[in-house]
């Protein structure tokens, strides 16, 4: 029920609604607002606090409007009636009833509330925060909802740690605040090919891939053609980070300089030479290809791939999977496969040619350590032969277990004892 005072507002709500209904023709009395909290008293004292309540007396809602002055005061892009609305729309909707005609269209209650007190905007619009991928080169940014900061490189976020800010001379009263979801969405590394280097200085240049820094040799710099290139500074904890990262796996690499017509195929960390035959019958061809410096180039190709990497033929001719042990690529029958637990690791492919030049290998490189079922014994191979490790040669500061490659005992039955 409406109080006695709302019941003799009534009639006067209804006649200034008249003249409402005129007044995008009028010149309306000076604007008000009022936050929402006092609009909140406004709806306890009008309908106890009920923003949908339609008790029948001709007025709807939390600030019992009537409908004549919800049609006037454009109610209806919201809902037919005031009580269908939501509290917000009803609320706006106030907002212009109380520019055009003050707080006495509430005559007991919007004075009661201190309505005509409080010039508060409701719904204050968001602040208007640019877009970090419009700022420059070297811009710090960050989010007004986090204390993340990032430096803006070539349409990257890179982040800044808080050990980067005096070495690196970032000055964080330079901060820009920019749009929230913008910042969280910035890539965090720069795109494939910048040329960058420590931000804290030093003469060393790097070359990114895939978020990966590749080191620019002294001859690779003019040679491959990176000093013509911009050379941005980044952070040294990202930097350091950066430069211990592999180019993902499957990416297809070349010499930066296009003289070398070899073709590369990355495998965790390595560089797996692709034949010509391969290159397009491997579909390598459709694939993005991306320049690499020289140097770095020839130490990643003569790199063995990592013990413990399971490969398969990308042809997919060859049915059989293998296990790299010392660059032999050991083959596993399905026991094994399973047997192993190597089938809860990836399985790479690898060019057909290079993996059957890995398994025609006499044997492993110097130094791999073999076991195989059946045996608590660890070998070692050394030139060609193994020999049983001792149990103090593993442990801190010493040998890791970790590195140790499980073969099918046929495998290890092959070598000689020492």
Not at 130 to 138: K, M, R, V
């Amino acid at each position: 029920m409406l109080s006695a005072a709302r019941k003799k507002s009534a009639l006067a709500v209804t006649a200034t609604a008249l003249v409402a209904l005129a007044a995008p023709l009028l010149t309306t009395t000076t604007a008000s607002a009022a936050s929402v909290s006092t609009w909140d008293k406004v709806a306890q004292c009008e309908a106890s606090g009920n923003w949908s309540i339609n008790t029948g007396n001709g007025y709807y809602g939390g600030l019992q409007i009537s409908m004549s002055t919800w049609r006037a005061f454009g109610g209806t892009q919201y809902a037919s009636r005031p009580d269908q609305a939501t509290k917000q729309q009803q609320i706006l909707t106030g907002e212009k009833i109380l520019a055009g005609q003050g707080q006495g269209a509430w005559p007991s209650c919007g004075p009661a509330a201190g309505l005509g007190a409080d010039h508060a905007n409701p719904y204050p619009s968001a602040p208007s925060y640019p877009d970090p991928s419009t700022l420059g080169a070297g811009t710090l940014v960050k989010s007004p909802n986090g204390p993340a900061v990032k430096v803006m490189i070539e349409g990257a976020g890179v982040p800044v740690a808080g050990s980067d800010v005096t070495p690196d001379h970032y000055d964080l009263s330079k901060i820009v605040l920019v749009d929230d979801a913008a910042f969280n969405g910035l890539p965090s590394a720069p795109p494939a090919g910048t040329v960058v280097h420590d931000q804290a200085g030093g003469a060393n240049r790097y070359v990114v891939i895939d978020g990966a820094a590749l080191p620019i040799s002294a001859s690779d710099w003019t040679a491959d053609g990176y000093n013509v290139r911009r050379d941005m500074g980044v952070p040294t904890s990202w930097l350091q980070a950066a430069v211990q990262r592999s180019v993902s796996n499957g990416r297809v690499v070349m010499d930066q300089t296009g003289t070398d017509p070899a073709r590369y195929v990355m495998v965790n960390g390595s560089a797996l030479h692709i034949s010509a035959a391969e290159w397009t019958a491997n579909g390598y061809d459709g694939r993005s290809l991306m320049g690499v410096p020289t140097s770095w180039l020839a130490s990643t190709a003569a790199k063995q791939l990592a013990n413990g990497t399971i490969v398969k033929d990308a042809s997919g001719t060859n049915p059989t999977v293998y296990v790299m042990a010392g660059g032999v690529a050991v083959p596993l029958t399905y026991a094994d496969f399973t047997g192993l637990g190597y089938d809860k690791r990836p399985l790479e492919a690898a060019p057909g040619e290079w993996l059957g030049s890995a398994a025609a290998k006499a044997a492993p490189a110097d130094g791999t350590m073999l076991l195989s079922p059946g045996s608590n014994t660890v070998w070692q191979v050394q030139g060609g032969k193994k020999r049983a490790m001792s149990a103090d040669e593993f442990g801190a500061g010493k040998l890791s277990f970790d590195d140790v490659v499980s073969v099918p005992a046929a495998f290890t039955a092959k070598f000689p004892t020492v």
